[in-house]
C-alpha cells in the first residue's frame, strides 16, 4: 500500500433478520478486519445466532456496532435517525449489506452522503415458483442499477442468474476455518449425512425416497439428518412408512461442535435441494474431509470436481444419487482418496485468509 492511497472505512452488517449476527460474519469480520488499506467496522442487531458469537469479535479486537433492533424492517423509520448520524459521524466510505433490509439503510445513506453500497447477494427467495423469482430479481436489478449497488455473488451459479436481469457482480466467496488435518474413515457403519433445514426446496422426502431400497438392504448404512423445520414430521412419517426409521437419524437442530462431530463420524455427505445461493452444507463436509454428492447447485459447482473429490447429480436422479452411494460403500478406499481432495480443494480455494484478500483487493478498488 502506497503512503497516498486513502484508507477506506467499511461499515459491514453481519446479522439478519429473525437470526442475530451470523456465524459465518462473524468469523469473517476477524479476518476483514486485519486487512491492510481498510477501516473495517462491524455493525449488527443486539442478538447472536447462537452463544459466544460477540465474544468471537471482542476477542478478535473487531471494532462492533450494536444497533437493537436494525435487522427487523419494521423498525426501519424508528432506527433510521441513529444510523445516518452514525455514518455522518464516522464518514463511512462503505456500508456493505446482507439483506434487503440493510439495503434499505444503506441507500438512505447513499443518498444523503454519497456511501458507496456492497450488496452481498445471500439468498433471492429460494423455493418460490418462477415467477415470484423473477419478480424479485428483476426489482433487485433495477435497485442496483438505480443506486449503483456494487454487487457480491457467492457462486457462479448465483452470479450468472442475475446476469441474465443484466446486473454485473463480484465473485467472492464464504469462507471456512479448518478444524481438522487428518480423520479416520473406518467406522462399522456406513454413515451418510446431510445437513439442511425441513423445507420443501430442501427436498430431504426425494432423499429419503431416494436411498430407501438402500436403507432396507443393507443395514450397517444410515442416513443422518440434523435439522428443524416444517417438514420434519413429514419426512419422519415417510421413514415410518418405507420402514427405514431405525436407518434414518433425526437429531433435530443441534450445536456446531455437535456437527462437527457427526461430519467426522460420517462417509459422504448428500447436498439435494433444488436451489442454493451458496451452500454451507456443501462446503462445511468437505473441510472435514468428506466427498459430497451434490446437485449443481450454489458453490458446488464452483468446488466439486466430478469422480475427484466428489460428485455432481442432476435435479431429480434418484437413481444416481443412489448409485453413488453403493459405489462408494463398495470402494472404501476411494472414500478417503475422495474425502482428502474435498480438503485440500476447499482449503485452496475457500480458506478465509484467501477470500480475505479478494474482499481487500474488491473493496480498495472500489
Same mark, same amino acid.
Given at each position: 500500500?502506497?503512503?497516498?492511497?486513502?484508507?477506506?472505512? +467499511?461499515?459491514?452488517?453481519?446479522?439478519?433478520?429473525?437470526?442475530?449476527? %451470523?456465524?459465518?460474519?462473524?468469523?469473517?469480520?476477524?479476518?476483514?478486519?486485519?486487512?491492510?488499506?481498510?477501516?473495517?467496522?462491524?455493525?449488527?442487531?443486539?442478538?447472536?445466532?447462537?452463544?459466544?458469537?460477540?465474544?468471537? !469479535?471482542?476477542?478478535?479486537?473487531?471494532?462492533?456496532?450494536?444497533?437493537?433492533?436494525?435487522?427487523?424492517?419494521?423498525?426501519?423509520?424508528?432506527?433510521?435517525?441513529?444510523?445516518?448520524?452514525? +455514518?455522518? %459521524?464516522?464518514?463511512?466510505?462503505?456500508?456493505?449489506?446482507? %439483506?434487503?433490509?440493510?439495503?434499505?439503510?444503506? &441507500?438512505?445513506?447513499?443518498?444523503?452522503?454519497?456511501?458507496? !453500497?456492497?450488496?452481498?447477494?445471500?439468498?433471492?427467495?429460494?423455493?418460490?415458483?418462477?415467477?415470484?423469482?423473477?419478480?424479485?430479481?428483476?426489482?433487485?436489478?433495477? +435497485?442496483?442499477?438505480?443506486?449503483?449497488?456494487? !454487487?457480491?455473488?457467492?457462486?457462479?451459479?448465483?452470479?450468472?442468474?442475475?446476469?441474465?436481469?443484466?446486473?454485473?457482480?463480484?465473485?467472492?466467496?464464504?469462507?471456512?476455518?479448518?478444524?481438522?488435518?487428518?480423520?479416520?474413515?473406518?467406522?462399522?457403519?456406513?454413515?451418510?449425512?446431510? !445437513?439442511?433445514?425441513?423445507?420443501?426446496?430442501?427436498?430431504?422426502?426425494? @432423499?429419503?425416497?431416494?436411498?430407501?431400497?438402500?436403507?432396507?438392504?443393507?443395514?450397517?448404512?444410515?442416513? &443422518?439428518?440434523?435439522?428443524?423445520?416444517?417438514?420434519?414430521?413429514?419426512?419422519?412419517?415417510?421413514?415410518?412408512? #418405507?420402514?427405514?426409521?431405525?436407518?434414518?437419524?433425526?437429531?433435530?437442530?443441534?450445536?456446531?461442535?455437535? @456437527?462437527?462431530?457427526? #461430519?467426522?463420524?460420517?462417509?459422504?455427505?448428500?447436498?439435494?435441494?433444488?436451489?442454493?445461493?451458496?451452500?454451507?452444507?456443501?462446503?462445511?463436509?468437505?473441510?472435514?474431509?468428506?466427498?459430497?454428492?451434490?446437485?449443481?447447485?450454489?458453490?458446488?459447482?464452483?468446488?466439486?470436481?466430478?469422480?475427484?473429490?466428489?460428485?455432481?447429480?442432476?435435479?431429480?436422479?434418484?437413481?444416481?444419487?443412489?448409485?453413488?452411494?453403493?459405489?462408494? #460403500?463398495?470402494?472404501?478406499?476411494?472414500?478417503?482418496?475422495?474425502?482428502?481432495?474435498?480438503?485440500?480443494?476447499?482449503?485452496?480455494?475457500?480458506?478465509?485468509?484467501?477470500?480475505?484478500?479478494?474482499?481487500?483487493?474488491?473493496? &480498495?478498488?472500489?
Amino acid at each position: 500500500m502506497h503512503a497516498n492511497d486513502k484508507i477506506k472505512k +467499511v461499515l459491514f452488517f453481519g446479522s439478519s433478520r429473525g437470526i442475530g449476527l %451470523t456465524y459465518h460474519l462473524a468469523v469473517a469480520s476477524k479476518y476483514f478486519s486485519k486487512l491492510e488499506g481498510i477501516d473495517f467496522t462491524l455493525i449488527s442487531g443486539n442478538r447472536e445466532q447462537f452463544p459466544g458469537l460477540f465474544d468471537i !469479535v471482542k476477542q478478535s479486537n473487531v471494532k462492533h456496532i450494536t444497533i437493537e433492533g436494525i435487522d427487523e424492517k419494521n423498525n426501519f423509520f424508528k432506527r433510521i435517525g441513529k444510523f445516518l448520524k452514525l +455514518v455522518k %459521524t464516522n464518514h463511512y466510505d462503505i456500508i456493505h449489506c446482507q %439483506t434487503n433490509t440493510h439495503l434499505l439503510y444503506a &441507500i438512505v445513506s447513499h443518498i444523503f452522503f454519497g456511501s458507496k !453500497v456492497i450488496y452481498s447477494v445471500n439468498s433471492y427467495n429460494h423455493g418460490s415458483n418462477k415467477f415470484v423469482i423473477f419478480i424479485t430479481s428483476l426489482i433487485m436489478s433495477i +435497485v442496483f442499477k438505480l443506486f449503483k449497488v456494487n !454487487v457480491i455473488t457467492l457462486s457462479s451459479s448465483t452470479k450468472k442468474h442475475f446476469e441474465k436481469y443484466l446486473v454485473k457482480s463480484s465473485l467472492i466467496p464464504l469462507g471456512f476455518e479448518p478444524k481438522i488435518k487428518e480423520r479416520s474413515y473406518d467406522f462399522i457403519n456406513f454413515n451418510i449425512i446431510y !445437513v439442511a433445514k425441513f423445507h420443501p426446496h430442501k427436498r430431504h422426502a426425494w @432423499l429419503i425416497s431416494a436411498l430407501k431400497e438402500i436403507l432396507r438392504e443393507y443395514k450397517d448404512i444410515n442416513l &443422518i439428518l440434523p435439522g428443524d423445520g416444517k417438514k420434519l414430521d413429514f419426512c419422519k412419517n415417510l421413514a415410518k412408512k #418405507y420402514e427405514i426409521y431405525d436407518r434414518v437419524i433425526f437429531p433435530g437442530w443441534i450445536e456446531r461442535e455437535q @456437527l462437527y462431530n457427526l #461430519y467426522l463420524k460420517s462417509h459422504v455427505a448428500i447436498v439435494i435441494s433444488k436451489s442454493e445461493t451458496f451452500g454451507h452444507t456443501i462446503v462445511e463436509p468437505m473441510f472435514f474431509g468428506l466427498p459430497v454428492i451434490s446437485t449443481p447447485v450454489g458453490i458446488a459447482v464452483d468446488i466439486i470436481k466430478d469422480g475427484i473429490n466428489g460428485f455432481i447429480v442432476s435435479h431429480g436422479d434418484l437413481n444416481k444419487i443412489a448409485e453413488k452411494v453403493i459405489w462408494l #460403500y463398495h470402494n472404501r478406499e476411494k472414500i478417503k482418496e475422495l474425502g482428502q481432495n474435498a480438503l485440500k480443494s476447499s482449503l485452496e480455494m475457500l480458506s478465509w485468509e484467501e477470500i480475505a484478500n479478494l474482499y481487500r483487493n474488491y473493496v &480498495i478498488n472500489l
